[in-house]
């Protein structure tokens, strides 16, 4: 995943999230939460991904970790990313 590039776009109080490797991207969307959670991000579900993205399938759980630190790496420093592998989300939070 060394050629893997994370892509976060702002509209307002949510936006988009965009993992892409060898010019194949996985699209998804974040949100601003609330409590102990500063934001959601969903990449879609595992049985989504079994259709629209079975180049990935067996890296899944490794591109989400990915996706999650990268997302704390640009926009939430102090953070952790807790990451549900079977919905595809992950949660930044405090």
Known sequence: ????KVTITEDGRSGTVSYT????????WWEFAGGD?????????????RLQHP???????EILRSVGEEVVHQ?????????DLEGGWINIVR
């Open 55 to 61: 180049w990935a399938m067996d890296r899944r759980a």
């Open 75 to 83: 926009k939430a420093s102090g953070c952790k990313a807790e990451i």
């Open 21 to 28: 490797e060898d010019g194949r991207t996985i699209s998804g």
């Open 1 to 4: 995943m060394n050629n893997a």
């Open 37 to 49: 959670a500063i934001a959601m991000v969903n990449m879609g579900s595992e049985s989504g991904w």
